[in-house]
């Protein structure tokens, strides 16, 4: 009778939280999402956005408003039309994308899509 008893109890209070509908945890943003909205951030020019985007400190120096003061000098004419139709290539765990003479490269930080780094295209 005891065991019955129990079991009812551990029914009656365990199975109601177990049968509760969970929350799926949050989907991780595909890169094909962030690359929209940094793409549209850059041709609104809206520098705030762009920092939000980009791993901060970006070049290993550079705070947020040092970036944002900087910013005409990443994002010139040129760069702004070549990122509006550009198709960025895969690397790895990372993506690239060839603007000229510079390569924009894009890569996962603490789990979402960030502006990494700008090199030479040589």
Avoid: H
């Amino acid at each position: 009778m005891r065991t019955f008893l129990a079991t009812t109890l551990f029914l009656f209070l365990l199975v109601p939280q177990l049968l509760e509908a969970k929350d799926p945890p949050p989907a991780a943003e595909s890169f094909a999402t962030f690359w929209a909205d940094f793409k549209s951030a850059v041709a609104r020019n809206d520098k705030e956005a762009v920092a939000a985007a980009t791993k901060l400190p970006f070049m290993a120096q550079q705070s947020k408003a040092d970036f944002i003061r900087d910013y005409p000098l990443y994002f010139t004419k040129e760069v702004k039309k070549c990122l509006a139709t550009a198709k960025p290539v895969r690397d790895r765990d990372s993506y690239l994308v060839f603007c000229g003479e510079e390569i924009f490269s894009f890569g996962k930080v603490n789990g979402a899509y960030k502006f990494t780094d700008i090199g030479m295209n040589d």
